[in-house]
């Protein structure tokens, strides 16, 4: 079976061309650099080019709320859990009706981040557009954390959708928690305890998951987009169909013969559940999910923003329950 933690080289050539090759984008750099310097400079003109000034310190003695942003509305709202009400937190993409990977950067994003006290963000060119940002507006205070980095996840190969990992949250959480003991001292023992309560709460999604091992590992499904397939692999499920999968997120046309193979998945029945991406898609993969109703294969969707109104347990355990429906039913 296919290493589901291993994409294919072309994740970076996606990312890449989204992040890069769009119109206007070779003079956003320049312009970014222009408009983070004057929101962080208001009143003063600044040269071309020129690297803005780091926020003015508090007065002595004063305590300031620490300022994170989360390039991803799920690390924010892991940020929000174990910061509490001891930090403001903005998170760029939080739209689930919108395709991430189409995002522009605009000057309320800038002026976030040229800011920020703590940047979290995805890394493996997924959101691309934050590394472009801090070239811009280099700061010895700010403190990053790239999850990719944070989970050893380099490389050209590696799949990027690492929020769907269960593996990555607790470990976030975890440097969020150290993070924060750093900036703030006096707070540290709060700060402690809601790790301790985060990590307590990732507990039904761990038991879920182990659920659903014991009972369908080993199960064939296809996905349109590798997009949970960290969590199909902690499940034990043997997908079908990468070449596909990563051909369409990959924004190529997939092969006829890759095509006429997952097709002919569906219309066989040789897989339990198609797993489609709500976030991003056309005409072609609606097709194929009216294809897999047709055929009686059970569809799940899922998503690339965590939804207004769930916390990513939430999200996460109702994704969970979706999927096992979906096995359970087509189980013999």
């Known amino acids: 079976m296919p290493d589901p933690h291993v994409a294919s080289s072309t994740f970076e050539g996606r990312h890449r061309l989204r992040a890069w090759l769009r119109p206007w984008a070779p003079r956003l750099a320049a312009l970014m650099a222009v408009l983070i310097a004057m929101v962080a400079a208001p009143g003063v003109a600044p040269a071309l080019g020129a690297v803005p ?3 003015a310190a508090p007065p002595t003695g004063a305590r300031s709320v620490i300022r994170i942003v989360a390039a991803e509305n799920f690390y924010g709202d892991v940020a929000r859990q174990v910061a509490g009400p001891d930090a403001r937190i903005v998170s760029v993409l939080r739209n689930p009706a919108s395709d991430p990977h189409l995002f522009q950067v605009d000057v309320p994003t ?12 995805n890394g493996l060119y997924y959101d691309a557009w934050v590394p472009r940002l801090l070239s811009s507006m280099p700061s010895s205070t700010r403190r990053v954390i790239e999850v990719a980095a944070l989970m050893h996840r380099q490389g050209a190969d590696a799949n990027p959708h690492l929020w769907y990992d269960p593996a990555t949250m607790p470990a976030l959480a975890r440097a969020l928690a150290a993070q924060l003991q750093q900036l703030d001292p006096a707070h540290a023992s709060a700060y402690a305890q809601r790790l301790q309560r985060f990590l307590e709460s990732m507990r039904p999604i761990d038991a879920q998951i182990a659920q659903l091992r014991r009972r369908y590992a080993g199960m064939p499904v296809t996905a349109t987009e590798p997009v949970a397939n960290y969590l199909t692999a902690a499940i034990g499920l043997t997908m079908r169909g990468q070449r596909f999968a990563l051909a369409v997120m990959n924004d190529t046309e997939p092969g006829a013969r890759e095509t006429a193979a997952f097709e002919r998945s569906l219309t066989e029945r040789q897989v339990r559940v198609l797993i489609y991406n709500e976030q991003a898609g056309g005409s072609a993969i609606q097709r194929l ?6 055929s009686h294969v059970p569809v799940v969707g899922v998503t690339e923003t965590e939804p207004p109104g769930l916390d990513y347990q939430q999200w996460t355990l109702m994704q969970l329950s979706a999927l096992g429906r979906a096995l359970s039913s087509s189980h013999p």
């Open 53 to 55: 000034a780091p926020p």
């Open 110 to 121: 800038a002026r976030a981040l040229a800011a920020a006290d703590l940047l979290i963000y």
């Open 289 to 294: 999910v009216g294809l897999a109703h047709r």
